[in-house]
Every structure is written in structure tokens, then in C-alpha cells.
């Protein structure tokens, strides 16, 4: 059984100096990092107490940015109080309509939902990066993929040509880096539907709420989608991606649909292939093997974007290294 979630110490005496003293602070969510959440419930006001433990995170990003989302009428919680030190910040409260559970009970919604986010997405890359945000360069999507031969292989106790994988990579990313330098966007990185809020009483694309935003960076348009429709924690059918895909490169005005599909895919891969690292760290390091379930969905999106024609050097560097015995396969199991 999972220890239950403490609050911080410093957290009565925070809320206190900002007029929430003596609400109840009721645990709500923890996630992949360090960051932990709870639901501060005064009367019949409410608000969200993030707890970002300032020797493992910098609260200042997701303050930024979500800063810029709200400049851009965008839909991000905004920060009631902060507390850099302690690492605290009260949010405002986007209740319970998170996306990925409303549509376990409303699957009707789907179809909405996903062309809302897709609109949203047009939206939000009408203007560029906001001036000063780091790019999602060569140097960040190596080091994410090179958890695969770091902590992927390993787990699955396979010997792999590191080397040759890097070289696949460099050669495969040039002419999307080449893009994304002219045409650069803001991505969020982690765009999918746990982390977005169905908010029916607001208007237009405003009406899905934008959660986990601080890890953004200035890169490539597809990489978004590849989060929103590749979703590690939820089946996304082909038939949905394809009408989401073709949505966005008409809204978005894209002149070169072909060569923005095997931008997708690559980054489709990139993401991919950094999940099932992240995942597999997240129980050998961490302790929440939790994530392993998800390894087979994963696989299966990288499997799909292998097939692109311009990945056949990294399709044939996967079959010669991680057959598929160490896929899907090896996680049919877990818990």
C-alpha cells in the first residue's frame, strides 16, 4: 500500500499569511517528478497547492509560461500565491473534468474533445516562442533517446550498438532541425489527455484547461501532436489520428502535408522511443513500476512509426537490437 501524501510542514502557516487559514489541505495527485499536489477546500472556495521541493524543482518555468498561456487567451491556472523558497504555489482549481478519465465515462465526447485540442494547438502556434525560451535542439532530443540504451536495454538485459544509434539519429533529425530553427513554436512536451481539463463553461478553445507546462521549449510544430495523439496513457485510434492530423495541417495552413507527416513520425519515434526510457527509470530509479503498463501501448506507436519510409535506418537498427521479444512483449506482464 502507497504511503499516504503528508502535506509540507510550511504549508498552514503559507496558506494562512494568504487568507486560507484553516482550509483543508486534502491530497490530490503526485506525478513523475517531484512535484506533488493537493486540493485546498475553504468553504465552498477551493484551490490547488502544488509542493515542488525547491532542491528538485524551480517552480519559475511553470510560472512563466503559464504566464505566457494566459497572455495568449489560453486557459493555464493561475498562480494565486507563491512561495519560491518553500516551493509553493496555490493554483486555481480546474476541479475534476480531467480528459483522460471524462472520456472513460463519456466516450461520446471523444471526437469533440480531440478536435478541440487540435484547434487549440493552431491556436497557440500562431505567434512564435516567447523571446528567450530554450530550444528543443539536437543536444535535448539526444540526451532523451539515449535513455533507451541507458536504462531500456538493460532492463531487458540486451547488449546494443549505442554508437550506430547515435549516427541513425544525427542523420534522421537534420532536415527537421533545419525546420524547426526557421519556423520554431512553443511546445509544451507533454500535451496529452491527463494533462488537459474539460471546462465547459468557458468559450472556444479556452474550454480545455492546460496542466504540466513548465518543461516548455522553442521546437518543431508535430511534436505536440505526436504527445496529444500518440498518448502513452490512453489507445488513440488510427482513424482519429489520421482526421487529427489532417485537421491540424489545415488549420495550421501547412503547405507540405507529406513532409509534415514524416516530421510526425520522427518525433512520433523520438517521444516514443524517450517513454520507454523515462518509463523504465521511473521504476529501477524511482520505485513505481506503475508505469511499466504502459510499455506495450508505447511500443506499438513506435512500432507504427518505424514503418515510415524515412525511418527504414532506424527500423533496421531497432529489429537488429531490441527484436521483438524485448518489446511489447516483455511487459505483456506488468503491473
Not at 27 to 37: I, K, N, T, V
Request: glycine share 6%; aromatic share 8%.
Amino acid at each position: 500500500m502507497a504511503a499516504p501524501m503528508i502535506p509540507p510542514p510550511g504549508a498552514p502557516d503559507f496558506l494562512k499569511a494568504h487568507g486560507w487559514g484553516g482550509a483543508q489541505i486534502l491530497p490530490l495527485a503526485g506525478d513523475a517528478s517531484f512535484r506533488r499536489y493537493f486540493r485546498v477546500v475553504d468553504g465552498d472556495r477551493s484551490a490547488v497547492l502544488m509542493d515542488a521541493p525547491p532542491e528538485h524543482e524551480d517552480c519559475r518555468p511553470f510560472l512563466a509560461i503559464g504566464d505566457e498561456l494566459a497572455r495568449r487567451g489560453l486557459s493555464a491556472p493561475q498562480a494565486l500565491a507563491v512561495d519560491l523558497d518553500q516551493g509553493l504555489v496555490l493554483l486555481e482549481d480546474y476541479r475534476d473534468n480531467r480528459v483522460n478519465p471524462l472520456l472513460a465515462r463519456a466516450p461520446e465526447l471523444e471526437q469533440a474533445l480531440y478536435e478541440l485540442a487540435i484547434d487549440l494547438l493552431a491556436e497557440l502556434h500562431r505567434a512564435p516562442p516567447p523571446e528567450g525560451l530554450a530550444p528543443y535542439d539536437e543536444a535535448v532530443l539526444r540526451r532523451e533517446v539515449d535513455l533507451l540504451t541507458e536504462y531500456y536495454a538493460p532492463s531487458v538485459e540486451q547488449a546494443v550498438d549505442a554508437e550506430a544509434f547515435a549516427r541513425i539519429w544525427s542523420d534522421a533529425w537534420r532536415d527537421v532541425l533545419s525546420e524547426t530553427a526557421g519556423d520554431p513554436v512553443l511546445v509544451l512536451r507533454d500535451y496529452h489527455a491527463d494533462n488537459l481539463m474539460w471546462l465547459p463553461e468557458r468559450e472556444g478553445v479556452r474550454a480545455l484547461g492546460l496542466l504540466d507546462f513548465q518543461d516548455a521549449l522553442a521546437g518543431h510544430r508535430a511534436y505536440d501532436l505526436v504527445s496529444l495523439l500518440q498518448d502513452a496513457r490512453r489507445d488513440v485510434d488510427p482513424a482519429l489520428e489520421q482526421a487529427m492530423i489532417d485537421r491540424y495541417v489545415a488549420a495550421a495552413g501547412i503547405a507540405d502535408a507529406a513532409g509534415f507527416r514524416a516530421a510526425y513520425e520522427l518525433l512520433g519515434a523520438q517521444r516514443n522511443t524517450k517513454i520507454l526510457g523515462i518509463f523504465t527509470r521511473l521504476w529501477k530509479r524511482d520505485g513505481k513500476p506503475h508505469y511499466l503498463a504502459f510499455q506495450p501501448r508505447v511500443w506499438g506507436y513506435l512500432e507504427r512509426n518505424l514503418a515510415h519510409p524515412s525511418l527504414a535506418p532506424l527500423k533496421d537498427w531497432f529489429d537488429a537490437h531490441l527484436p521483438p521479444e524485448k518489446r511489447a512483449a516483455a511487459w505483456g506482464n506488468a503491473a
